[in-house]
């Protein structure tokens, strides 16, 4: 029987500079979809796997992730005596136990495996997930929660997978699969950023991973990889042999919030896919292009 997953890590340290100006004075993982920010995606996906410890890696300039899950006590209160229970409802998805998230400085931007490797003290000797809040993923099921029932069947560690145009694949850490199950496949490889023309497949590695202690270990070395940066990809690769990786392809729609037009993108699924602003929404797009197509 596999040990349970209880701890994620967060890497939110990046300055957001796609994002530039809007980034200059709020952190990207703040920006939101609708009315709920990246990182709010993130979480709830965590709680719905069974996360019970979060894990924030941050930097300078990131003080507002910590105070958006935290009280607020004026606001709160302001709510409750003009009985505006419907938005005070809506703050409850922002309520953390105390001690539940836990916050560490990457002082220097080493890479993303490096990010890691800085919670490996709160992390300790036990399985642990990695969410990005960039990749945004809706479905029915949460991405983390198949992973983790997946995990329950293999054990070792395991990489949410997609497949992407092959000219994409210089983009993505690339499986290089050995026995492909399905929506499980088993890898023998993983290379980060290959040119499009040597990549081993095309089923490139999204931002969700469940990791063994091990790869910490691995990633202890400092070993650089592509663009010079310490690669969780090499340091998760290392395990093909050892206590195994496996890609899981997820059931659900990814967005790349990372990018303009994924965020964009993904505000306008998720403007739509809102009881309450779908009809409006879907009009206005509908009359928007409309007169775009007339002008034409």
């Known amino acids: 029987?596999?040990?349970?997953?209880?701890?994620?890590?967060?890497?939110?340290?990046?300055?957001?500079?796609?994002?530039?100006?809007?980034?200059?004075?709020?952190?990207?993982?703040?920006?939101?979809?609708?009315?709920?920010?990246?990182?709010?995606?993130?979480?709830?996906?965590?709680?719905?796997?069974?996360i019970t410890e979060f894990?924030?890696?941050?930097?300078?300039?990131?003080?507002?992730?910590?105070?958006?899950?935290?009280d607020a006590p004026v606001l709160e209160r302001k709510l409750r005596d003009d009985n505006k229970t419907d938005l005070l409802n809506a703050l409850s998805c922002t309520e953390m136990d105390s001690g539940a998230i836990a916050y560490v400085r990457q002082k220097e931007a080493l890479g993303l495996g490096h990010a890691v490797w800085c919670a490996r003290r709160l992390i300790g000797d036990e399985p642990f997930a990695v969410l990005l809040p960039?990749?945004?993923?809706?479905?029915?099921?949460?991405?983390?929660?198949?992973?983790?029932?997946?995990?329950?069947?293999?054990?070792?560690?395991?990489?949410?997978?997609?497949?992407?145009?092959?000219?994409?694949?210089?983009?993505?850490?690339?499986?290089?699969?050995?026995?492909?199950?399905?929506s499980i496949v088993s890898v023998k490889n993983m290379v980060e950023k290959p040119d499009a023309a040597s990549a081993?497949?095309?089923?490139?590695?999204?931002?969700?991973?469940?990791?063994?202690?091990k790869v910490l270990q691995n990633l202890s070395s400092f070993e650089r990889g592509a663009g010079g940066e310490?690669?969780?990809?090499?340091?998760?690769?290392?395990?093909?042999?050892?206590?195994?990786v496996y890609g899981f392809r997820f059931r659900g729609e990814r967005y790349d919030c990372g990018s303009k037009i994924g965020f964009l993108k993904a505000t306008v699924a998720f403007g739509l896919s809102r009881p309450d602003l779908q009809d409006e929404f879907s009009t206005f797009l509908y009359d928007l292009m409309a007169t775009s197509k007339a002008a034409e």
């Not at 997953?5 to 890497?11: E, I, S």
């Not at 894990?55 to 935290?70: H, M, P, Q, W």
């Open 1 to 50: 029987m596999v040990q349970s997953v209880r701890k994620a890590v967060f890497p939110v340290a990046g300055l957001g500079t796609r994002f530039l100006p809007a980034t200059k004075s709020i952190p990207k993982e703040i920006m939101s979809l609708v009315d709920r920010p990246l990182i709010q995606y993130a979480i709830d996906e965590a709680r719905e796997a069974g």
């Open 55 to 70: 894990i924030f890696v941050t930097s300078r300039g990131k003080s507002a992730l910590e105070d958006y899950f935290d």
């Open 134 to 182: 960039d990749d945004v993923i809706s479905g029915e099921k949460s991405c983390l929660k198949q992973m983790v029932e997946a995990y329950e069947s293999t054990g070792g560690n395991m990489v949410a997978a997609m497949e992407v145009p092959q000219e994409q694949t210089s983009s993505y850490g690339v499986l290089d699969v050995q026995d492909d199950m399905g």
């Open 200 to 213: 081993p497949s095309n089923l490139a590695v999204i931002g969700r991973y469940i990791l063994t202690p």
């Open 230 to 244: 310490i690669q969780l990809t090499d340091a998760i690769a290392k395990e093909a042999n050892g206590e195994g």
